[in-house]
């Protein structure tokens, strides 16, 4: 007697194509089919249309979800009430040719075979590109050919004994759910076997899930293959092989095809994490691989293996985007590297050894003037490793570390830790903890210059970044003038994926287009209030600029009222007491994250923060007609550019 297959049709929304699917299993020469359709809360007719498949196939079963649960859920509560001994998958989209069964029957019978593989037949709707034939096994039929291939975890152009599916459940949850499933049951089968010649017809719709925009869901993979390779018996060949097909392609193919740079960047950042732990710029599949693409691309995926083994997804991304015009070319990565440094804070994945390394460097320089470094955090912890780098990273020698955490909700304490722990055989380094959040950075600017030793204090905010001669340069001025209280640098902006998205700040703080900023300059500071700082904050961050250490507490008590622009109220009050210098380099990059979009109601809160500021500067000199001019069409320009007046609910 034959015997019974259960073919198992997870449903989504497939009213289109679901009659098409049953229909073709009806048609089978196999007879002895039992098909379980489960619907996973689908919202158009597809549960209508089973139903009525139902009463015409006494063979077909329809259970329903409450809910959608995902295909992996489905498949396992079909599995659980599945009678055949053998179990096949087909997506709802799908179909086969009528002998499909038959011949993968046959070939398990002959063979004693627990899995049988066959080819799929990648067809398009509509007919929008010609039909692809896939090969399920290339050369000798064997357990490693079928893991290493394309198709190794599909299980629709397969079947198996339901006693080896028990064993290794769908991954719910998850979109690579089959990973940790077909997987181990190809590697754990006691024989497998492979039908060539036969076709399943693997639908590619526009809409379908696998053919989303590349999403981050997708690294989900990493999760499947850690399941997997609990389930499997550790052996080297496969977990290579595994790697390769399931998360190298992965890298190498899928993630360039995400068009949108910030969302690529996402991605890399993310596989980057993940793929550390398995080096895979070492996989052994990589030299062929490489070889077997065009000769014109072969360049393209060596730099991305070269981008792999540095973990530097930003690397990778400028990569990517250079890839079209760079095909005909023959620069190399290196060549990448000097141009997008001209845009992009290229930095490596950075560990606690490397902090440790840089430490015992700074341990050796000397010190002409002391500078303590104040890094105020709060749930930065995503930067701190690269920040803490960049200044470790100075030519010029950093006195004192002071890490400053407002109660982060994140894991940046158990970082810190670690940090201080490791760096403190080397360097002069802190830790202080707020019990509660201040909701103040001054109150933590203020907390910083009362606990530094140094001559000077640097606050180099836990998400910024710089440049490692950003120190060298704006010390340079007061090794010649003690009298010196700021000395800052140029800033540019950088994103969150560190990508610069603007070059120099002295277009924004040189409004009058003096060209003040042009060259490097020392002035006295009551000169430079009177001359620039009268009407805008001239220093875009406080992470661009070291400060005279002094008692400052009575003007931090003042700026803690202000909300939007009480840092241009304390660079004004220290620079009355003394010097000023500036140096014309963007060696400071600040970070913007997110859209930074403001309602009108914190802009007018802004404005009128602005206004008493200017209140505070006329007590400090007597201002001339020209000045008030220049402050009124100041307020006529903020007024016209934030929209003040309009409904207080808007956004720019």
Known sequence: MDKLITVIIPCYNIEKYIERCI??????????????????????????????????????????????????????????????????????D???????????MQKAQEEDADLVATDIEITYEKNAHPAILSKAC??????????????AASPCNKIFKKELLKKYPFLEGKINEDVASILPAIINAKKVAYVDGIKYFYMQRENSVQNEEVSIKRLEMFDSIATCFQRIEYDKKYIDAILYQQVLLLYLVVIPKQKNYKKRQKLL????????????????YIKQFIKEQPKQERKFYKDMVSCLKRANATLANETIEYRYGMDKTKEKLKDIIRKITKRTVIRRYIEIKDLEKLAKKQAKKKEDIKV??????????????????????????????????????????????????????????????????????????????????????WIAEADDC????????????????KNIYISYADTAFINAWDKI?????????????TGHWDSDFVDNGMEEIKNYTFLNCIIANVSSCIIKKDNYDDIFEKIIEYKQAGDWLFYVSVMAKGDIAFC??????????????????KKQKHFDEIVRIHGEIRKMFEMTEWHEEEIQKRYEFLKRVWNLGEKENEKD
């Not at 295909?71 to 509560?77: F, G, I, K, Q, V």
């Not at 400053?404 to 055989?425: A, F, H």
């Open 23 to 92: 229909e073709s299993i009806e048609k089978q020469t196999y007879k002895n089919i039992e098909i379980i359709a489960v619907d996973d809360g689908s919202k158009d007719n597809t549960v209508s249309i089973l139903e009525k498949l139902q009463n015409k196939y006494s063979n077909l079963k329809v259970f329903k979800n409450d809910k959608n649960k995902g295909a992996a859920y489905a498949r396992n509560l079909a599995i659980r009430k599945a009678k055949g001994e053998f179990i096949g998958f087909i997506d709802s």
């Open 584 to 601: 014309n380099k963007p060696l400071n990059y600040y970070r913007l994250h997110g859209n930074n979009v403001t309602s009108v109601t």
């Open 501 to 513: 998205i603007l070059p120099t700040i002295k277009p924004e703080i040189d409004i009058r287009k």
């Open 466 to 481: 710089c440049d490692k001669t950003l120190l060298e340069n704006i010390i340079r001025p007061i090794k010649q003038n």
């Open 372 to 457: 303590s470094v104040v890094i105020p955090n709060y749930n930065y912890e995503n930067f701190m490793l690269p920040r803490i780098y960049s200044i470790l990273a100075q030519t010029e020698k950093v006195h004192e570390l002071i890490i400053l955490d407002d109660c982060s909700k994140d894991n940046s304490r158990n970082l810190i830790d670690q940090i201080v722990e490791r760096l403190s055989p080397y360097i002069k380094i802190q830790k202080v903890y707020n019990e509660e959040n201040s909701g103040c950075a001054f109150k933590q600017w203020k907390k910083g210059f009362a606990l530094a030793e140094g001559d000077y204090v």
């Open 269 to 284: 950042t993310r596989f980057m994490e993940k793929q550390k732990k398995y080096e895979l710029y070492k996989n052994p």
């Open 138 to 151: 290339i050369g000798e039929v064997n357990k490693f050919n079928l893991v290493n291939n394309g198709l």
């Open 94 to 104: 799908d179909y086969i040719v009528e002998d499909y069964y038959e011949k993968l």
